[in-house]
């Protein structure tokens, strides 16, 4: 029997089956996670630029970096890689793996090793609330401004501080992506400063359209 071109073709090409979206279902791997994830968020904060991992261009950068490697297993050799001298104790997330395709979500329902900030809002995070009552440490706070190049931006919220003893618990870390000619920063503060930013835009406040809200990763998702 011969089997026309087309129908050959098809034959040759692998069905593709949507991405699967990862969930961490136990409650412990939910917290191995999100104390991974504020710790290196944070972690890179405190370090000089020039010992950041070379990916930590933006506020996105930043937050894939903490993400892949809150997932991974935390060997010896893991904090050697990461220059950790002294790294914390926490437990990793047991099922913690690494998909040679990649841990994000892309616009086609495939999984890549790259996210930018809308992505990482639009197919990897869920929104929450634009109340800041909300914001529980490892969530995300998304920002569009139109008139800059790249308009998404992201902020993480830490919660407590994992390297100073205070009593405040509303600390947030980004990157600052490129400043003109220079490569940009990351930066450190708290909620209540962000909220007298002296850009209103930069505000994260319901009257403001510019804050798009909170939102919080998807495989901390809970429920049916």
Same mark, same amino acid.
């Given at each position: 029997m011969r089997i026309p071109a087309l129908a050959f073709l098809l034959l040759l090409t692998p069905l593709r089956t949507p991405a699967q979206p990862r969930v961490l279902s136990h409650p412990s791997d939910r917290q191995a996670f999100l104390s991974w994830f504020t710790y290196l968020a944070e972690y890179n904060y405190f370090r000089p630029p020039s010992e950041w991992p070379i990916e930590l261009r933006d506020c996105a950068a930043l937050a894939r970096f903490a993400y892949r490697e809150s997932l991974a297993p935390h060997t010896g050799e893991w904090a050697l890689r990461l220059g950790l001298l002294t790294p914390p104790s926490y437990a990793s997330v047991r099922t913690s793996e690494h998909s040679p395709k990649g841990l994000f979500r892309g616009n086609s329902d495939e999984i890549l090793h790259?996210?930018?900030?809308?992505?990482?809002?639009?197919?990897?995070s869920h929104f929450l609330s634009r109340?800041?009552?909300?914001?529980?440490?490892?969530?995300?706070?998304?920002?569009?401004?139109?008139? /800059?190049?790249? $308009?998404?931006?992201?902020?993480?919220?830490?919660?407590? %501080?994992?390297?100073?003893? %205070?009593?405040?618990?509303?600390?947030?870390?980004?990157h600052t992506g490129p400043i003109g000619s220079q $490569?940009?920063?990351?930066?450190?503060?708290?909620?209540?400063?962000?909220?007298?930013?002296?850009?209103?835009?930069?505000? $994260? /406040?319901?009257?403001? $359209?510019?804050?798009?809200?909170?939102?919080?990763?998807?495989?901390?998702r809970t429920g049916g």
């Open positions: 790259f996210a930018d900030a809308d992505t990482l809002r639009r197919r990897n109340d800041l009552a909300a914001a529980r440490p490892g969530d995300l706070l998304f920002f569009h401004q139109p008139d /800059q190049n790249f $308009p998404f931006h992201l902020m993480i919220f830490l919660g407590p %501080s994992h390297f100073e003893k %205070s009593a405040a618990r509303d600390w947030i870390v980004y $490569p940009g920063e990351i930066r450190r503060l708290r909620l209540v400063e962000l909220l007298q930013h002296p850009e209103p835009r930069w505000r $994260p /406040q319901v009257g403001n $359209p510019r804050f798009l809200g909170v939102y919080r990763w998807n495989l901390l």
